[in-house]
Each structure stands twice: as C-alpha cells, then as structure tokens.
C-alpha cells in the first residue's frame, strides 16, 4: 500500500555505518532498516548522506518510539527520544505525508 517501504537491511556494524551515504537519490518507496542486537538509545548523523531524511526510531514492539527529520551533510547528532532496536530512513516527509507518528505500529516482512 501506500504506508509500506522497500528497505535494504543493514544489520552488521559495517552495513549500519555506511546506511545511506555517498547516494545522490533515494527513490519514492524505498529506505534502510537498521537492525541492532539490543535495545538502547540510537544516534545517527548524515554526514556524506546527500538525500534528506526522515528517522524512525522503533522499539521491540515495532512501536515507533520518535521520528525525527535529518537534513543533507550535517554533522548534528540525533538521539532517538526512547530505546530502540531498529531504524528506518525514509525520503523528509515521508512519514507526514501519510499520517505516520509516534506511537503507530510497523510491521516488517523480511523475505529471502
């Protein structure tokens, strides 16, 4: 539907560091779904990250515990407002433009 994203998995140190850098676009439709092993509070910045973003900060319960709008090249340090176990960067506005705030609940469909 509308409310749903083609994400690249990135679930090892390397893969969650690089996330979406040195990318001139990110395509309607598609993210990064970062996954961790554990529940902590997440920083992110978007240095050498060219697209602006949008975050979502998700706990064990696939709750969206923040969103938070990141722009271009910056070096600002963004902490999630509650613990999560994963993340996901999506195009700015994203989230706005379908109604999408903290508290909903994400599904996710890993396939092979």
Do not use: K
């Not at 960067?89 to 706005?96: D, I, L, Y």
């Amino acid at each position: 539907g509308t409310d749903t994203i083609v994400a690249e998995i990135a679930r090892t140190a390397d893969e969650r560091a690089q996330g979406l850098m040195y990318r001139d676009e990110l395509p309607g439709g598609t993210g990064m779904l970062f996954v961790f092993d554990d529940v902590q509070i997440r920083s992110f910045w978007m240095a050498n990250t060219y697209v602006a973003l949008d975050i979502a900060y998700i706990n064990v319960s696939y709750v969206i515990v923040d969103i938070q709008q990141m722009e271009p090249e910056s070096t600002d340090i963004h902490d999630g407002a509650r613990p999560a176990m994963f993340a996901l960067e999506v195009r700015q506005g994203w989230f706005a433009e379908r109604g999408i705030t903290v508290g909903n609940r994400c599904q996710f469909i890993f396939l092979p």
